[in-house]
């Protein structure tokens, strides 16, 4: 199995990249849908914690890589996609399952995010800059940053929509 690994800042445009390969055919999962599923079933909002907050905890409790767990019980075929690879712990799980991994690196500048996640009005939307990087410095600190840097595929997207999905297309049937 070909095992697409996807990662980048949250704005960075992954979820455009998704589209293209839902529109090729390729299968995937979004390990922050595994992480959203689990918040709402544990009862933590409740308890008043956030999502990020859940992600962190199941990582001391069960090891960096438990969402790659998690998320490795749903996949199949030949080629499988997956969008939210954050850490190099993670990385190696899936490189434990198939000598086929690639890491698909999104990078888009930093204000440019934050007004996307800002106009995508999403329930983690940030309230201002400053929740904004305080995400951005909690992603990094589980180890994103090496991930992204140590993409064997990395796609700017500071332009416009019609252009990036040239650029992840491309990639995509690159790797295929």
């Given at each position: 199995m070909k095992i697409l690994l996807v990662t980048g800042m949250p704005g960075a445009g992954k979820e455009e990249l998704l589209n293209v390969a839902r529109s090729m055919g390729i299968p995937f999962l979004r390990?922050?849908?595994?992480?959203?599923?689990?918040h709402a079933r544990s009862g933590a909002a409740e308890k008043g914690l956030s999502v990020g907050q859940v992600a962190n905890g199941e990582r001391e409790k069960h090891g960096k890589d438990i969402w790659a767990k998690r998320a490795i019980e749903q996949m199949h075929g030949d080629i499988f996609l997956v969008d939210g690879c954050r850490s190099l712990d993670e990385v190696n799980s899936y490189k434990g399952l198939s000598k086929e991994v690639y890491i698909?690196?999104?990078?888009?500048?930093?204000?440019?995010?934050?007004?996307?996640?800002?106009?995508?009005?999403?329930?983690d939307a940030p309230h201002d800059i400053y929740e904004f990087d305080e995400r951005d410095n909690r992603?990094?600190?589980?180890?994103?940053?090496?991930?992204?840097?140590?993409?064997?595929?990395?796609?700017?997207?500071d332009s416009d929509?019609?252009?990036?999905?040239?650029?992840?297309r491309e990639?995509?049937?690159?790797?295929?």
């Amino acid at each position: 199995m070909k095992i697409l690994l996807v990662t980048g800042m949250p704005g960075a445009g992954k979820e455009e990249l998704l589209n293209v390969a839902r529109s090729m055919g390729i299968p995937f999962l979004r390990m922050g849908d595994i992480v959203r599923d689990f918040h709402a079933r544990s009862g933590a909002a409740e308890k008043g914690l956030s999502v990020g907050q859940v992600a962190n905890g199941e990582r001391e409790k069960h090891g960096k890589d438990i969402w790659a767990k998690r998320a490795i019980e749903q996949m199949h075929g030949d080629i499988f996609l997956v969008d939210g690879c954050r850490s190099l712990d993670e990385v190696n799980s899936y490189k434990g399952l198939s000598k086929e991994v690639y890491i698909i690196g999104v990078h888009a500048p930093r204000m440019i995010r934050y007004d996307r996640l800002v106009k995508r009005g999403r329930e983690d939307a940030p309230h201002d800059i400053y929740e904004f990087d305080e995400r951005d410095n909690r992603e990094l600190g589980w180890g994103m940053g090496s991930v992204l840097a140590l993409s064997d595929y990395l796609i700017i997207n500071d332009s416009d929509l019609d252009c990036f999905q040239k650029k992840v297309r491309e990639t995509l049937e690159m790797i295929r």
